[in-house]
């Protein structure tokens, strides 16, 4: 069979990690999820959590050099050799740079981009929402996907909080670093012919059926 190899794109609130869930599920891919490795990092303290997490709070980028090694290390290790997931990473043009030559280096590449747009209206409506638990990290929104018992997960009853940067001024500094600094990889992927567009204005449902059909389609083209 051949191997997926896809990331996510798409502003803060998207959906990317809430898509990441089911497409791992449909396509028993490898999820690397950089927000959730660098805030696993931060809450173990390591190295680097430590350089991390100042930029995390202020809704900045964690600069290229601390994170792509991180991430590379991720995509080139054998749990991914078969494919993977990237959500939240490349989210700059030199980090797309480094993945597509650790691809090359692999003698493999990319399947798609699968980007998912949003206004930034929702952005800001979804990330105010948004609720995450502190044991299993599965995200929730207050209005769009409550739980089923009020700031609990339903999973294991583990307690769910807001992010630290999904307070709205640092939500609206977010939005203004994914339109400088990774706005620009849409174009970057197009001009590859990698980008698969996907409108994230619709329900998640419909959303994960549109991606999915596009993946089964690429998997497809890809075999004959
Ligand atoms: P969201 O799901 O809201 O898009 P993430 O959980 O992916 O946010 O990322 C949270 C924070 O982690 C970012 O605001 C940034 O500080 C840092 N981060 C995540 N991915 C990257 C990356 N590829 N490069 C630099 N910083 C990153
Ligand atoms: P990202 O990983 O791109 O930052 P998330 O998957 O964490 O985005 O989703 C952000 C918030 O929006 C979450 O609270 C989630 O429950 C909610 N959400 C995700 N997809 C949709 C959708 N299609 N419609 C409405 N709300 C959504």
């Given at each position: 069979m051949s191997e997926l190899n896809l990331i996510l794109l798409g502003?803060?609130?998207?959906?990317k990690g809430t898509q990441a869930e089911r497409l791992t599920d449909d396509f028993n891919l490898p999820y690397i999820a950089t927000g959730n490795i660098l805030r696993a990092a931060v809450q173990e303290g390591t190295e680097l959590g430590r350089q991390a997490q100042g930029f995390m709070t202020a809704g900045e980028l964690v600069p290229d050099e601390v994170i792509i090694g991180v991430i590379l290390e991720a995509v080139e290790g054998p749990a991914a050799r078969d494919g993977f997931l990237l959500d939240g990473?490349?989210?700059?043009t030199g980090q797309a740079d480094a993945l597509g030559e650790g691809l090359e280096r692999l003698e493999r590449r990319l399947t798609a981009a699968l980007l998912i747009d949003v206004p930034d209206e929702d952005v800001v409506r979804r990330l105010s929402g948004r609720r995450v638990s502190v044991k299993t990290g599965r995200v929730y929104h207050v209005e769009f996907d409550p739980p089923?018992?009020?700031?609990?997960?339903?999973?294991?009853?583990s307690r769910l909080v807001q992010r630290d940067d999904d307070k709205p001024e640092t939500v609206r500094h977010r939005l203004e670093v994914y339109r400088t600094s990774t706005l620009p990889l849409v174009a970057y992927y197009e001009e590859r012919g990698s980008l698969r567009r996907f409108?994230?204005?619709?329900?998640p449902t419909e959303v994960h059926d549109h991606i999915r059909a596009t993946i089964a389609t690429l998997r497809l083209e890809d075999e004959l």
């Open positions: 502003p803060p609130g998207a959906g990473f490349p989210r700059s089923k018992h009020e700031g609990r997960c339903d999973v294991d009853g409108d994230g204005t619709r329900s």
